[in-house]
């Protein structure tokens, strides 16, 4: 034992950290009983939260109607949060009510706990990327019907409506990966099923944002329309399970090695204690059909915009194309591996147009975020997109520049993390990899069949945000021209 006056000295006790309490953070004026509920537009809530976040700062308090609600804008707390999930903080209940109130839509999307568990690992296993290997000759034959219509309407001089063509593209991708079927919207028209949810997913959207759930006691005409797709779409999806279940009872191999990721999905479902049944099942093909719709489509529409706007990145997107993967007839899965510049575009334009810019989310116990004392049952606003767009995280932010996603741009202070267009933690979206891949597939066409001639506006200027289901841009056309 050291000498008395060398002794060691005694740590210092913890001095308890003070945390701050929701209802005593700054934010907006808000009016008894309304809240702030007329200071925000349903239409573009996400660009007026994210401007009381660059008024009040990273940690503020709104009201929703009568609901005290966290905003967080902090790219490392909205990090933290998401990687609690599924045990620390859910979808809140409103939107899983909603969900149920039509009938389970949509599936994985909106489960949580044990339910969530059991459907994320069929979902994994069909999304796994060999499973998306395997299907990458389907992915360049939807490509192939894309470059026909485009290269239709480049001859005709006609002005492609990006919405609706990129939305048949990822719709005929996914149904064929999801229901071993093949779905030819771009050649046939519409499917009964897109159609049906192309109404629907507004209205999830609107719904779980509504301070008054009015349908619940007298219903609008669009309420009674609404039902009806609901209907239909409940009809469309239990005649595509029984299908599935016929084909598997006449070919008992189907069983054993499932060719899609429906049969996949019964299968699992019929194992003893699997925790689900075919409404599980039919959930996650329309969840399926959510991830292949809108999200991907809204992507690529954003990054040619953005590389429309950027005339030098978009000359090295379409040099690289060229280079690499010249004709779309003949994709490999190795040529776009090789697509590394093609990939940081849609990497930047993730960070600058992400097509969820917030999350909604409610805690499940009492926790901490940053320094705010969050009670079990608070309403979480996580802003997805406030330090990507901040010159603190991204030089330049404002500024489309690919390359500081490549090597090349590594001597830059890029904040990488700050940017989650896919989620984090076990949450991360599964469907990551097929977006990707049908991201560089339909970009690589684009870029190697035709010169772009023009994206245009409705009003001719910057392109205008919406926010559905998605964030979406408002109205895009676009102008090809076939290479001389």
Not at 82 to 110: A, K, T, W
Not at 333 to 353: F, H, N
Request: proline share 7%.
């Amino acid at each position: 034992m050291p000498p008395l006056d060398l002794a060691i000295p005694p740590a210092a006790p913890a001095v308890p950290r003070t945390l701050r309490q929701i209802r005593h953070l700054p934010g907006p004026y808000a009016l008894p009983f309304f809240g702030n509920s007329f200071q925000l537009k349903l239409p573009r809530i996400h660009r007026d939260v994210e401007g009381w976040v660059r008024r009040y700062g990273p940690y503020m308090r709104a009201w929703f109607g009568r609901t005290l609600v966290l905003v967080v804008a902090d790219s490392e707390a909205v990090s933290a949060i998401l990687r609690d999930r599924p045990d620390g903080f859910r979808r809140p209940l409103s939107s899983y009510i909603v969900s149920e109130e039509m009938g389970g839509i949509p599936g994985l999307f909106l489960a949580e706990g044990s339910a969530w568990r059991n459907q994320r690992r069929m979902v994994m296993a069909g999304m796994a990327p060999g499973a998306i290997k395997a299907y990458f000759p389907s992915l360049v034959t939807v490509a192939q019907r894309l470059q026909r219509r485009w290269h239709g309407a480049a001859s005709r001089g006609e002005a492609i409506h990006l919405d609706g063509d990129l939305k048949r593209y990822t719709v005929d991708i996914i149904a064929g990966l999801a229901f071993g079927t093949e779905v030819n919207t771009l050649e046939a028209g519409e499917d009964v099923i897109q159609r049906h949810m192309d109404a629907i997913l507004p209205a999830v959207a609107r719904r779980s944002l509504s301070m008054l759930p009015y349908w619940r006691y007298f219903k609008l005409p669009a309420d009674k329309r609404l039902d009806r797709d609901v209907a239909a779409l409940d009809r469309a999806v239990t005649d595509l399970v029984e299908q599935a279940r016929a084909r598997m009872a006449q070919d008992p191999a189907r069983r054993v090695r499932p060719p899609n990721l429906l049969e996949a999905m019964i299968a699992a479902a019929d194992e003893q204690d699997s925790g689900l049944d075919d409404r599980a099942v039919a959930g996650n093909v329309l969840t399926m059909l959510l991830a292949g719709e809108d999200t991907t489509a809204n992507t690529i529409s954003w990054m040619i915009y953005l590389l429309r706007c950027n005339p030098s990145a978009l000359a090295r997107a379409r040099e690289e194309v060229r280079s690499v993967a010249p004709d779309v007839a003949g994709f490999t899965i190795e040529q776009m591996d090789r697509l590394d510049y093609l990939g940081a575009c849609a990497s930047e334009a993730m960070r600058l147009k992400p097509v969820a810019p917030f999350l909604p989310l409610e805690a499940l116990r009492d926790t901490v975020v940053g320094d705010v004392a969050v009670p079990a049952g608070s309403l979480v606003w996580c802003v997805l997109r406030h330090d990507t767009l901040s010159d603190a995280h991204f030089p330049d932010a404002q500024a489309f520049r690919p390359e500081r996603w490549l090597e090349e741009g590594q001597q830059e202070v890029n904040n990488k993390r700050a940017a989650m267009p896919f989620g984090s933690g076990l949450r991360t979206c599964p469907g990551r990899y097929l977006a990707l891949l049908e991201i560089k597939i339909a970009m690589a066409m684009l870029l190697g069949s035709f010169d772009i001639a023009g994206v245009d506006t409705p009003d001719g200027g910057e392109a205008q945000e919406l926010m559905g289901f998605v964030m979406s841009p408002v109205g895009l056309s676009l102008r090809l021209a076939t290479p001389q």
